[in-house]
């Protein structure tokens, strides 16, 4: 007699490392009877649904580093299985040394959600991380997005992509960062100074995008998304491809992305050459061999930015014309896909060769070899329809060598030490604005981290040494520049980290970090129209110095989490934009004159987030970023300081949300709604500031995903709502709240087909 | 094996994609006015021309403008010349503005009554374009004469001077005597 079997049975739990109990992503968790499996998320979780009960099930877990385990099962209802994976000699210790030494550093730091992850890959860098508390956006428009570390951007975050820190203008506040976030299976913000790892200039953090790992089991896998918007008329896909050839040693990786947007709308009109083209490709490879590791990564990246045309503005009084009127002047109020003048045009190309050899089963060697082409191309209004060139580019060639030792677990402590080398050549030729230079850097540092489980603490510190050496030359009618300068600084960090239990920890973490003044700001002479500035370099500056402390507690529960973080940085030397009293008289007018100019500077703030379980698959969360910054300025009489106000300093924000997660399916399937508040900044400098900042607002959204299964594969459906009551409403810091108003609702849709 | 063909097809994707990243581009082409010259002729073989120079572009040294000086109780004719003195040969930018007149206008705002503008000059619709115009002193005095030129004016407007995007906006001092 044949009984109807009941298959709806789920087995789910996580997999830790049978040493150091951590969670273990990337865990394949296989079911050989039904052919299906599953990848453990960051948190080490796996769920296998719709199994039968009364059937015996043979379980299998791999992970590239442990030995694997096979539990047979025979289920009577939904259970939960945790599985302790250990290490075993036989394996290349090389990948084994790979995942200790990338231990999570000892300062705060904010990984992207899976969730927020796949619905912001589809538009820009900014959009993936804009949801972690203590992550602000610098906008122009909504287009190019750069981002601010508490309260920090540009020349003080660096953004890195697997492993190569990228190098182009950005000291420009219109420079949107050349990364695609396709590229990334992993994205964390780091808070504080991120010198010592990251090198000159990360004094207010990092950015941080990794690759998935290649895939592991012999054969053909990867993912293809598509995704459209309903604001812009927009589309992207994009897809990835991982083959690992037989025998395991050799794996590549090719992947894609296409995008292609039209005109963005505002709630009243439309915002007029907001369109956007983009076109990337990256290639990987992999190879071990014995003692050695090779890994080759080529990635090229390629978009066509339009600008707004009403933001485009002759000189101050058609700029106090755009401030007073209510609709933006000189606007094609209509939708179209046409990208005209004016528009960015911009390049990105990265070669990247890295090498591991293991010395000794605690030792290992590393070399890196980066090579970084960025072409910047601005197409500005002009006067001549058969003009097709550009009125400005930019050109940087970036050359690197990073050579480290590193070891192991020895007595507990594990680090190492390198140096590292780079060359950099920028070109911009007639443009102007901005010289020519040739850098010569280099970097020596050591970095020792101590750990001893189940011992609570953790201790890391680290010392490093950066020198550059630039030689700027620009003849021309407009541009005579012809000198050498050199800047050398130690920088440095000591971290701590206590577990009060299994859940709750503290981070505090201290550094010290500096950044040479960037050619702008030594060198630059001329207008900035958007700004209604004229800007000019000074060539004196001294490097800036940042001591930046936070502490964090952090509460890591099995269904939530909290974590909150003090932090306050203070930097000697804090190099901005000083108005002067006198005006530049120009052929468009006068324009305020504005020197660059240095003066201490203090940054506090506290960034919190939660994410708490209610009932059923039910969900809070909440997220809070405050903010003080202020420079000490010396009185006008007197001996004496005061306070003022930094300009373009990230209002108080806040967020909070319901979510609702379904238990059967898994962590991929949601209901989420998340209101967002942002005050206005009431604390700006007393002048220099053509407009009040706008008032604050309030934006809701919605996301919803689920996960379906089909065959040995997964769909992902996911569909977003931002501006859902298509709220008017300004931002202080995109440079366009002078001409238009952000974009109304958008809504959209992404599928995400992943093939084992 | 048909999965690694699929594999296959992604790479000419790639390809596209190649290095061209070895050679300096300096093919940018900036629009610099740097010269303004107002061009004036009239009774008694009159023939003068006023400069607004700023060579050096934005910054650097500061421009330099000439006085206008004019007789009393004169009538003028005055031809408005722009360029750009910073590229050798000097280029011409009167030429391009008259090719572009649809989407030009000159404005000119004297600061007083010490001399009056008109101007009768259009564009290629028939639209105001004032690249020539013509003076009228009266009695001796001075002030001074606001010259723009407008790119992209809404030309039908009550106030064409408020719309558009400045391309240059100079003001001469003027010396009736």
Same mark, same amino acid.
């Given at each position: 007699?044949?009984?109807?079997?009941?298959?709806?049975?789920?087995?789910?739990?996580?997999?830790?490392?049978?040493?150091?109990?951590?969670?273990?992503?990337?865990?394949?968790?296989?079911?050989?009877?039904?052919?299906?499996?599953?990848?453990?998320?960051?948190?080490?979780?796996?769920?296998?649904?719709?199994?039968?009960?009364?059937?015996?099930?043979?379980?299998?877990?791999?992970?590239?580093?442990?030995?694997?385990?096979?539990?047979?099962?025979?289920?009577?209802?939904?259970?939960?299985?945790?599985?302790?994976?250990?290490?075993?000699?036989?394996?290349?210790?090389?990948?084994?040394?790979?995942?200790?030494?990338?231990?999570?550093?000892?300062?705060?730091?904010?990984?992207?959600?899976?969730?927020?992850?796949?619905?912001?890959?589809?538009?820009?860098?900014?959009?993936?991380?804009?949801?972690?508390?203590?992550?602000?956006?610098?906008?122009?428009?909504?287009?190019?997005?750069?981002?601010?570390?508490?309260?920090?951007?540009?020349?003080?975050?660096?953004?890195?992509?697997?492993?190569?820190?990228?190098?182009?203008?950005?000291?420009?506040?219109?420079?949107?960062?050349?990364?695609?976030?396709?590229?990334?299976?992993?994205?964390?913000?780091?808070?504080?100074?991120?010198?010592?790892?990251?090198?000159?200039?990360?004094?207010?953090?990092?950015?941080?995008?990794?690759?998935?790992?290649?895939?592991?089991?012999?054969?053909?896998?990867?993912?293809?998304?598509?995704?459209?918007?309903?604001?812009?008329?927009?589309?992207?896909?994009?897809?990835?491809?991982?083959?690992?050839?037989?025998?395991?040693?050799?794996?590549?990786?090719?992947?894609?992305?296409?995008?292609?947007?039209?005109?963005?709308?505002?709630?009243?009109?439309?915002?007029?050459?907001?369109?956007?083209?983009?076109?990337?490709?990256?290639?990987?490879?992999?190879?071990?061999?014995?003692?050695?590791?090779?890994?080759?990564?080529?990635?090229?990246?390629?978009?066509?930015?339009?600008?707004?045309?009403?933001?485009?503005?002759?000189?101050?009084?058609?700029?106090?014309?755009?401030?007073?009127?209510?609709?933006?002047?000189?606007?094609?109020?209509?939708?179209?896909?046409?990208?005209?003048?004016?528009?960015?045009?911009?390049?990105?190309?990265?070669?990247?060769?890295?090498?591991?050899?293991?010395?000794?089963?605690?030792?290992?060697?590393?070399?890196?070899?980066?090579?970084?082409?960025?072409?910047?191309?601005?197409?500005?209004?002009?006067?001549?329809?058969?003009?097709?060139?550009?009125?400005?580019?930019?050109?940087?060639?970036?050359?690197?060598?990073?050579?480290?030792?590193?070891?192991?677990?020895?007595?507990?402590?594990?680090?190492?030490?390198?140096?590292?080398?780079?060359?950099?050549?920028?070109?911009?030729?007639?443009?102007?604005?901005?010289?020519?230079?040739?850098?010569?850097?280099?970097?020596?540092?050591?970095?020792?981290?101590?750990?001893?489980?189940?011992?609570?603490?953790?201790?890391?510190?680290?010392?490093?040494?950066?020198?550059?050496?630039?030689?700027?030359?620009?003849?021309?009618?407009?541009?005579?520049?012809?000198?050498?300068?050199?800047?050398?600084?130690?920088?440095?960090?000591?971290?701590?980290?206590?577990?009060?239990?299994?859940?709750?920890?503290?981070?505090?973490?201290?550094?010290?970090?500096?950044?040479?003044?960037?050619?702008?700001?030594?060198?630059?002479?001329?207008?900035?129209?958007?700004?209604?500035?004229?800007?000019?370099?000074?060539?004196?500056?001294?490097?800036?110095?940042?001591?930046?402390?936070?502490?964090?507690?952090?509460?890591?529960?099995?269904?939530?989490?909290?974590?909150?973080?003090?932090?306050?940085?203070?930097?000697?030397?804090?190099?901005?934009?000083?108005?002067?009293?006198?005006?530049?008289?120009?052929?468009?007018?006068?324009?305020?004159?504005?020197?660059?100019?240095?003066?201490?500077?203090?940054?506090?703030?506290?960034?919190?987030?939660?994410?708490?379980?209610?009932?059923?698959?039910?969900?809070?969360?909440?997220?809070?970023?405050?903010?003080?910054?202020?420079?000490?300025?010396?009185?006008?009489?007197?001996?004496?300081?005061?306070?003022?106000?930094?300009?373009?300093?990230?209002?108080?924000?806040?967020?909070?949300?319901?979510?609702?997660?379904?238990?059967?399916?898994?962590?991929?399937?949601?209901?989420?709604?998340?209101?967002?508040?942002?005050?206005?900044?009431?604390?700006?400098?007393?002048?220099?500031?053509?407009?009040?900042?706008?008032?604050?607002?309030?934006?809701?959204?919605?996301?919803?995903?689920?996960?379906?299964?089909?065959?040995?594969?997964?769909?992902?459906?996911?569909?977003?709502?931002?501006?859902?009551?298509?709220?008017?409403?300004?931002?202080?810091?995109?440079?366009?709240?002078?001409?238009?108003?952000?974009?109304?609702?958008?809504?959209?849709?992404?599928?995400?087909?992943?093939?084992? | 094996?048909?999965?690694?063909?699929?594999?296959?097809?992604?790479?000419?994707?790639?390809?596209?994609?190649?290095? =061209?990243?070895?050679?300096?581009? #300096?093919? $940018? +082409?900036?629009?610099?006015?740097?010269?303004? /010259?107002?061009? @004036?002729?009239?009774?008694?073989?009159?023939?003068?021309?006023?400069?607004?120079?700023?060579?050096?572009?934005?910054?650097?040294?500061?421009?330099?403008?000439?006085?206008?000086?004019?007789?009393?109780?004169?009538?003028?004719?005055?031809?408005?010349?722009?360029?750009?003195? =910073?590229?050798?040969?000097?280029? #011409?930018? $009167? +030429?391009?503005?008259?090719?572009?007149?649809? /989407?030009?206008? @000159?404005?000119?705002?004297?600061?007083?009554?010490?001399?009056?503008?008109?101007?009768?000059?259009?564009?290629?619709?028939?639209?105001?374009?004032?690249?020539?115009?013509?003076?009228?002193?009266?009695?001796?005095?001075?002030?001074?004469?606001?010259?723009?030129?407008?790119?992209?004016?809404?030309?039908?407007?009550?106030?064409?001077?408020?719309?558009?995007?400045?391309?240059?906006?100079?003001? @001469?001092?003027?010396?009736?005597?």
């Amino acid at each position: 007699m044949l009984l109807a079997q009941d298959c709806h049975v789920a087995l789910q739990g996580h997999v830790y490392d049978a040493d150091t109990r951590e969670p273990l992503a990337y865990a394949t968790v296989f079911v050989l009877e039904t052919g299906r499996g599953v990848v453990t998320d960051e948190k080490g979780h796996y769920i296998i649904p719709n199994l039968c009960e009364q059937t015996a099930y043979t379980v299998e877990v791999r992970h590239v580093e442990c030995e694997h385990q096979t539990r047979i099962v025979r289920l009577q209802e939904h259970t939960t299985l945790d599985i302790l994976l250990a290490h075993t000699a036989a394996l290349e210790e090389v990948v084994i040394l790979e995942k200790a030494l990338q231990l999570k550093a000892a300062q705060a730091q904010s990984e992207v959600s899976r969730a927020d992850l796949d619905a912001g890959q589809g538009t820009h860098l900014g959009e993936t991380i804009q949801k972690l508390p203590g992550v602000a956006l610098l906008q122009t428009g909504a287009t190019i997005a750069k981002p601010v570390i508490q309260g920090l951007h540009s020349n003080r975050v660096a953004i890195v992509s697997n492993n190569v820190v990228l190098e182009g203008q950005q000291w420009g506040a219109e420079h949107g960062p050349e990364v695609d976030p396709f590229t990334a299976g992993k994205v964390t913000v780091v808070k504080g100074a991120a010198g010592l790892r990251y090198g000159v200039g990360a004094i207010a953090g990092a950015v941080v995008l990794e690759p998935a790992p290649l895939r592991e089991t012999a054969g053909v896998g990867g993912w293809v998304t598509t995704g459209l918007n309903t604001n812009g008329r927009g589309g992207v896909a994009a897809g990835a491809a991982d083959w690992r050839l037989p025998g395991r040693n050799l794996a590549f990786r090719l992947q894609g992305t296409v995008k292609r947007s039209g005109n963005l709308r505002a709630p009243d009109y439309w915002l007029g050459n907001t369109g956007a083209a983009e076109l990337n490709g990256a290639l990987l490879a992999e190879w071990k061999s014995g003692h050695w590791q090779h890994q080759f990564a080529l990635s090229s990246f390629n978009q066509r930015l339009g600008v707004l045309r009403a933001a485009h503005v002759g000189n101050l009084s058609d700029l106090a014309a755009a401030i007073a009127a209510d609709t933006p002047r000189n606007n094609t109020n209509r939708f179209d896909y046409a990208i005209n003048r004016p528009y960015q045009q911009v390049r990105h190309q990265t070669l990247r060769y890295n090498a591991v050899y293991r010395l000794h089963e605690k030792w290992k060697l590393n070399a890196q070899y980066a090579f970084q082409y960025n072409h910047r191309q601005e197409y500005d209004i002009v006067r001549s329809a058969t003009n097709d060139r550009p009125q400005i580019s930019f050109q940087l060639w970036t050359n690197t060598l990073n050579l480290s030792l590193e070891h192991f677990a020895i007595r507990h402590w594990q680090g190492g030490l390198g140096v590292q080398g780079i060359h950099q050549l920028n070109f911009v030729g007639r443009g102007g604005f901005i010289p020519d230079y040739n850098t010569l850097g280099g970097a020596i540092w050591v970095m020792e981290r101590w750990r001893r489980p189940p011992d609570p603490w953790e201790f890391e510190l680290g010392l490093r040494y950066d020198f550059r050496r630039s030689q700027i030359t620009t003849r021309g009618n407009l541009f005579d520049v012809d000198t050498t300068v050199q800047f050398g600084n130690l920088s440095g960090s000591a971290g701590a980290i206590y577990h009060f239990s299994k859940t709750w920890s503290a981070t505090l973490h201290s550094g010290y970090a500096w950044r040479p003044p960037q050619v702008n700001e030594l060198f630059a002479r001329g207008v900035h129209f958007a700004a209604g500035t004229y800007e000019e370099g000074r060539a004196g500056l001294q490097s800036e110095k940042a001591w930046n402390s936070n502490l964090t507690l952090a509460w890591n529960g099995a269904r939530g989490q909290c974590s909150l973080t003090g932090y306050y940085n203070r930097i000697a030397g804090f190099i901005y934009l000083e108005p002067q009293d006198y005006a530049v008289l120009t052929v468009r007018g006068a324009f305020p004159a504005y020197l660059y100019n240095q003066r201490d500077a203090i940054l506090r703030g506290l960034d919190a987030s939660a994410s708490l379980p209610l009932v059923g698959g039910l969900s809070l969360e909440a997220r809070a970023a405050i903010l003080r910054a202020h420079s000490i300025a010396p009185d006008s009489i007197g001996e004496g300081s005061h306070r003022e106000w930094l300009p373009l300093i990230p209002a108080d924000r806040y967020q909070g949300g319901l979510q609702w997660t379904s238990r059967r399916s898994g962590p991929n399937s949601y209901v989420r709604l998340l209101s967002t508040t942002v005050l206005q900044q009431d604390r700006v400098p007393t002048f220099g500031l053509l407009a009040p900042p706008p008032p604050a607002y309030f934006l809701f959204s919605f996301d919803a995903a689920h996960t379906f299964r089909i065959g040995k594969n997964t769909l992902e459906a996911g569909l977003h709502l931002r501006n859902l009551g298509n709220a008017r409403y300004r931002d202080y810091l995109n440079f366009f709240r002078f001409f238009a108003d952000e974009p109304g609702v958008n809504a959209g849709i992404r599928l995400k087909y992943t093939f084992l | 094996m048909h999965k690694q063909l699929a594999f296959y097809l992604l790479l000419p994707v790639f390809a596209a994609l190649a290095f =061209s990243a070895c050679k300096k581009d #300096d093919k $940018t +082409e900036q629009e610099l006015i740097t010269t303004i /010259e107002l061009h @004036f002729t009239g009774a008694n073989n009159f023939n003068q021309k006023f400069y607004w120079k700023d060579l050096d572009g934005d910054g650097g040294a500061a421009p330099t403008i000439d006085t206008i000086v004019l007789a009393p109780n004169a009538t003028l004719n005055c031809f408005t010349h722009v360029y750009d003195e =910073s590229k050798n040969p000097t280029l #011409d930018i $009167t +030429e391009e503005i008259e090719a572009e007149s649809a /989407e030009h206008l @000159f404005i000119y705002n004297p600061s007083s009554s010490v001399v009056e503008i008109t101007s009768n000059s259009v564009d290629s619709n028939g639209n105001a374009f004032r690249i020539s115009t013509e003076w009228k002193t009266t009695a001796t005095g001075a002030g001074s004469v606001r010259v723009r030129l407008l790119h992209e004016p809404d030309k039908s407007a009550a106030d064409p001077g408020a719309t558009g995007e400045t391309d240059f906006d100079v003001t @001469f001092p003027v010396v009736v005597r």
